[in-house]
């Protein structure tokens, strides 16, 4: 019997990263997981690898910046399963995980300080619900493929993986309930060299030379 079995965990961001190493990690520890997010495919996907392994989860595309579309998130995971014991915010009682980065401590070039500023919110303590940030540096996900710079793969070699913070996320939920995790900050045990990927985020904007 795993460590979460007959609880249920909401995933936000579930597709992709670390949602869905988090939602499949959940799952191998019993937790029935709503794997949520913007994109329907991504997530079939991952209830599929969850159901292939022998977990149980759904999907439910949700974009939770729209407070309605969060309400009937989680009314929707009631109906479904009962209950919800763990939201994990990748993007009733119980615990609380939200996935910050440590962009929002240390705001920089290379992720933009408007990312930095979003992903500062942090979800607080009431009434005996465990809540705990986990502030990762970076991590070897998709979004990385997006910057003006990507890092090549002898960077991301030393990068964490997204399985590393799902690991840092199922021990804050797997805690016996008295005791909360209030805050984890990640960095890569080898630090990695930013300075092109700086020098291209400083050229952006610039306007063009004749």
């Known amino acids: 019997m795993g460590q979460l079995e007959g609880q249920v965990a909401i995933v936000t961001g579930g597709g992709t990263g670390i949602g869905r190493e988090t939602a499949r990690l959940l799952a191998a520890e019993g ?7 913007r994109r329907q495919p991504p997530l079939d996907l991952v209830v599929g690898e969850i159901e292939a392994a022998g977990g149980q989860a759904v999907a439910r595309q949700a974009d939770v910046s729209s407070l309605d579309e969060a309400a009937a998130l989680g009314a929707w995971a009631c109906q479904t399963y009962g209950r919800v014991d763990v939201l994990v915010n990748n993007a009733g009682g119980g615990t609380v995980v939200t996935v910050t980065s440590l962009a929002a401590l240390r705001p920089g070039l290379i992720s933009g300080a408007a990312y930095g500023a979003a992903k500062a919110a942090a979800t607080l303590r009431d009434r005996g619900i465990r809540a ?11 979004i990385l493929d997006a910057r003006p710079h990507p890092p090549d793969a002898k960077a991301r070699a030393t990068m ?45 904007g610039e306007p063009a030379r004749r």
Do not use: Y
């Open 132 to 142: 705990t940030t986990i502030v990762p540096a970076e991590v070897d996900t998709p």
């Open 160 to 204: 964490m993986q997204s399985d590393d913070v799902a690991r840092a996320i199922l021990f804050c939920v797997t805690l016996p309930p008295r005791t909360v995790v209030e805050e984890i900050v990640m960095s890569p045990t080898m630090a990695r060299d930013h300075s092109a990927e700086i020098a291209t985020a400083r050229r952006l």
């Open 31 to 37: 937790a029935r997981v709503v794997v949520a997010g």
